[in-house]
């Protein structure tokens, strides 16, 4: 079946302008995870949904982000006020259980001017 | 909470020779590390995996070793060729973590 799809694939916005990101997991992925990626860097965590139990945001830089899930569908990142440190790549991974194989999407790269 | 330090963060080899990449961890409690290969403008991919009940682990070119008393493991590339060339991250969790923690990444060219 289809992978992990995210989009925008790239968003350019203006520093203080609120980005929504998407992500649609692999069907039937209980567990769904956000990562940011700066440029030539490592993965870094930022929020992790598992069915509809409580989301573990410990890895939120701030409360400019928050991140929705529906049900065990689509999920939501949304940066406000966006700033210029904000500018990276945010991933999406999916996998059948906490912890087993993750599988990523391509990325959104975000771009603040 | 878990961090994962990973060396060298460029590795430049001639084809058909072997690379290195390894990386420490500090949760002792760590049970799982996968390894995944990011090329350019795509998400990473997992390559090969290894948990604690076991020291190694193969699939063709690719290898994991793991030693759970230093903690630290190692991804092993034979006779590399200009594919594998990509950035490579080594990742840890235990089974109370809810996500992985990823290193820095290790960036492999392979020269023709």
């Known amino acids: 079946g289809a992978g992990v799809s995210q989009s925008p694939s790239n968003k350019v916005t203006e520093k203080g302008k609120d980005v929504e990101l998407r992500c649609d997991p692999i069907s039937g992925h209980t567990a769904l995870y956000w990562y940011r990626q700066r440029l030539g860097q490592g993965l870094e965590f930022l929020i992790y949904?598992?069915?509809?139990?409580?989301?573990?945001k410990s890895g939120l830089p701030s409360d400019r982000f928050s991140a929705e899930r529906t049900g065990e569908s689509v999920s939501t990142l949304t940066i406000q006020r966006t700033q210029q440190e904000d500018s990276a790549v945010y991933l999406c991974?999916?996998?059948?259980?906490?912890?087993?194989?993750?599988?990523f999407g391509s990325g959104t790269q975000l771009s603040v001017l | 909470g878990e961090n994962v330090e990973q060396h060298p963060s460029t590795l430049s080899v001639q084809e058909g020779d072997s690379a290195v990449i390894k990386c420490t961890y500090s949760d002792s409690a760590s049970n799982y590390f996968p390894w995944y290969k990011q090329e350019l403008g795509k998400g990473p991919q997992l390559i090969i995996d290894?948990?604690?009940?076991?020291g190694e682990k193969k699939d063709q070119r690719i290898a994991v070793t793991l030693n759970k008393t230093a903690k630290h493991f190692s991804l092993h590339i034979t006779e590399t060729q200009p594919e594998d060339s990509a950035v490579y991250f080594c990742a840890a969790s235990s089974g109370s973590a809810r996500q992985l923690t990823f290193g820095s990444g290790t960036q492999l060219t392979v020269l023709p």
């Open positions: 949904f598992q069915g509809n139990s409580a989301p573990d």
């Open positions: 290894i948990r604690s009940n076991v």
């Open positions: 991974a999916s996998s059948l259980r906490r912890n087993e194989k993750l599988f």
